[in-house]
């Protein structure tokens, strides 16, 4: 299929060609140097129908018969032909399973817009079967209504895996340079379709433009895992010297820095990643200068997919700095405001009530192990999930009319500079960040402008408490 979200999940050497801010985080020659994690990735495809361009109809990659012992791995190639013009971006794949030996029982993972008998009845939304995305590298294979191209895919016991046959110019100046492939970064999707994002990209350099306006010698510390940060600090300003702490990168990071560092234009002597981690930096780390500029997106590796709160990591790490901080030092962000909306999502709701009897089985010990949420026996109240608010299903994201309430969204906007001027939003409306979701463990019916009736409530009031040292969120609430 072809799919320009898609394409931007996985080639930011592609994307970077079409921004023009100066900064490389994949110089030309070097597209391998950050690669995305891994090219199977999980995802609710119903949420992007109208920004792909099917190029196949579906067919048939392995079959598994259960019925005897199945190999453990196995390969096939498969000649698919063509149904119209565009970019091979990605392959999406999904199973079917036949119940019965007749044929007449099937349960199907497809996504609602491909159709088949077999997915007939069975467009439930659901959590835990997503659909798999296997990217193709960099801008995908151009291909022509008609014509058949030849597809690879192998098995083991636990993954699937394809391949292509795409011929790379001769002439190509994008090539692989494999012999940087020890100095790669593994991104997520997310973190490589922000980091191409042209619109992050602008704002981030404007904040950071603005904080070294009127700075000499500026020592500037990166507290976070931002590569962006640590090259933009470096590009804008010729004398900064920057300390980049990389917490989750480490070695990696530095060797990144060091494979980049002349297609943006400075030297390493101004860039420095401590070589042992430190609970904290010293004056003698910063060889006796107070720290000008305390600097993060924030940004942590190791905080991926989790709940978005918990890059208030950068609240910690500033606390520690504070005696490395000279009195006139400027923290970006400056702020991090924890926002939340109350939503209609039915669809995560269901996928998240508790199990109890099903056919006869007792499913409730496996409750707490899978974050059971909805009609949880009171006083228990179901964990904070990391959702991407804007693939699960049916929901409503403004409460301005009546409707059912099946719990909180909530997210940081980081306030960027000290102007208020600059945000960087996690929120349901940005599909690159996850945001974190409290369901109650029952729906509640709500109404407008006060209660329509005896039955539904107007109004909500929400307390939260926050333990800084561990990310710890208590959410409380209560319906009027």
Known sequence: ?????????????????????????????????????????PMHCDAIREEIKLLSEPFEIFEFDFWKRPESNGETKVQVKVIDDGNIHAIVSWWVLQLDREGTVFYSTAPRWINSPASIGYWDWCDHWKQCVWFFRGKGMSVSRGEEVLLEASHTETSVSYNLNVQVPKNDTRQHDHNIRDFQLLLSPERIAIYGDSKWRSSVLAAVRNALQ?????????????????????????????????PGLREKGAQYLETVVK???????????????????????????????????????????????????FWKDRTLLDPVLSEDALIMPCKGILKACAM?????????????????????????????????????????????????????????????CHGFVLWVD????????????????????????????KPVAVGINGCNSNSEYGSTIVEALLEPSSSELILKHAFL
């Open 1 to 41: 299929m072809a799919s320009t979200y898609l394409w931007k999940l996985h080639d930011l050497s592609g994307i970077e060609a079409k921004v023009s801010d100066g900064i490389h985080l994949v110089p030309t020659g070097s597209d391998s140097i950050i690669q995305v994690k891994s090219r199977q990735y």
């Open 214 to 246: 009127g700075r000499v010698n500026p020592l500037c510390v990166v507290v976070d895992d931002s590569i962006f940060l640590t090259l933009l600090a470096a590009n804008l300003s010729k004398t900064s010297h920057v300390l980049s702490l990389f």
């Open 263 to 313: 297609a943006n234009c400075f030297s390493m002597d101004r860039v420095e990643v401590p070589e042992k981690r430190k609970p904290c930096l010293t004056l003698q780390d910063t060889r006796g200068k107070k720290v000008d500029m305390l600097i993060g997106e924030p940004y942590y590796y190791a905080n991926e997919g989790m709940l978005p709160w918990q890059n208030l990591r």
């Open 344 to 404: 209609s999502l039915p669809d995560l709701w269901c996928s998240r009530c508790c199990l109890g009897d099903v056919e006869g089985f007792d499913h409730s010990i496996v409750n707490t192990t899978l974050g059971a949420c909805g009609e949880l026996p009171a006083p228990k109240e179901g964990p904070f999930l990391p959702f991407s608010i804007w693939q699960c299903g049916e929901i409503k994201v403004k409460f301005t009319e009546g409707g059912i």
């Open 414 to 441: 980081w306030i960027m500079d000290t102007d208020n001027s600059i945000v960087i939003s996690t929120g349901p409306e940005h599909r690159y960040w996850k945001q974190g979701v409290k369901l109650l463990s």
